[in-house]
């Protein structure tokens, strides 16, 4: 097939977690053409028209969908695929309204409660309904993922440090900003891939914070993820549990994740990020549709533990958008 690998526009000067959308996008490229794929690269810019014409220059039977910002805004991400759809044109991942509704947090987290799945307890801006209390809370962006704006003092204590909190972040970062209930225990992050039209569970995953100051929270903030040269950076490990530990729990949350899976209507791949207290009780935190796809990162480790190679899961992934599929 011809595949079009679509990305953001990222400037030289982006910061690490935008950087990596352009690796990303090359890597996803060499593997298509690694299995017989003609592959071809395009920054995505924000011109319907624009658009357009590169769908004209590069013909393709396929759009894999790797755009994550737009003018560098999360929130903005979803008019991507609802181009593309009017176009006409199929794309992987994840549709235009699943995107839009797991990428605002205070809004997914609403629809899970509704559903009767399990997620922490929150506060949306202005913060004013919040009880006077002790309760310790992580402050979080309500549209930006990749830990945007997360360190260790987004986890704070009581209703007038999370207020000054958010207040700092909106003056710092711009854009919407919410409080949830921290829940002290353990971090897994779980990724899913479409099979047969159906979301498979791929290998679970924790996060192990060893060597970690007692002081700080466990958390896997901006600098875990993006700055090699931290020790958040090697202070926080991925490992995979063995087939048949936990079971019980490893049951929970895959049927947690396929509960999420069907009731926000993701397709292709996704994410799942959940904390798990110290009572044993999983939460889901966060629906991510579209998660990165980098070589070494979360959702490649889980398919490599499946036995799937990084081409192979990136030639499932475009399989599973081909438009003949029935949904």
């Not at 994740?257 to 207290?277: E, H, I, P, Q, T």
Request: aromatic share 8%; hydrophobic share 40%; glycine share 8%.
């Amino acid at each position: 097939m011809r595949v079009l690998v679509l990305h953001s526009d990222v400037p030289p000067d982006a910061p690490a977690d935008e950087q990596d959308t352009l690796i990303t996008a090359r890597a996803v490229a060499e593997a298509l053409r690694s299995r017989g794929h003609w592959a071809s690269l395009a920054p995505n810019v924000f011109d319907p028209e624009k658009l357009l014409s590169a769908i004209a220059e590069h013909r393709p039977d396929m759009v894999f969908n790797m755009v994550e910002a737009i003018f560098g805004q999360g929130e903005l991400a979803p008019a991507v695929p609802a181009l593309l759809e009017k176009l006409t044109v199929p794309y992987t991942g994840c549709g235009a309204a699943a995107m839009a509704l797991a990428g605002d947090k205070p809004l997914s987290k609403k629809v899970l409660q509704l559903a009767g799945l399990p997620t922490p307890d929150w506060h949306e801006w202005p913060l004013t309904q919040m009880p006077s209390s002790d309760a310790r809370y992580i402050v979080k962006s309500a549209t930006e993922d990749a830990s945007f704006g997360l360190d260790a003092g987004a986890v704070v204590t009581g209703a007038d440090a999370v207020r000054q909190r958010a207040q700092r972040c909106r003056s710092e970062y711009g854009g919407r900003w919410f409080a949830e209930a921290y829940v002290e225990g353990r971090e897994f992050n779980i990724s899913v891939l479409e099979e047969d039209g159906e979301p498979r569970v791929l290998p679970i995953a924790e996060m192990v914070f060893h060597a970690w100051p007692s002081e700080r929270p466990r958390i896997v903030g901006y600098d875990a993820k993006w700055s090699e040269a931290s020790p958040e950076y090697s202070g926080a490990e991925r490992r995979f549990h063995r087939e048949g530990t936990e079971s019980e729990l490893h049951q929970r949350l895959t049927g947690l994740c396929k509960a999420a899976w069907r009731l926000f209507n993701l397709r292709g791949y996704a994410r799942l990020d959940f904390r798990v207290s110290e009572a044993g009780e999983p939460f889901v935190l966060e629906i991510n549709p579209n998660p990165g796809l980098e070589p070494g990162a979360g959702f490649a480790a889980a398919a490599a533990q499946a036995g799937m190679s990084y081409a192979e899961v990136i030639e499932h992934i475009v399989i599973c958008a081909l438009p003949n599929l029935t949904r």
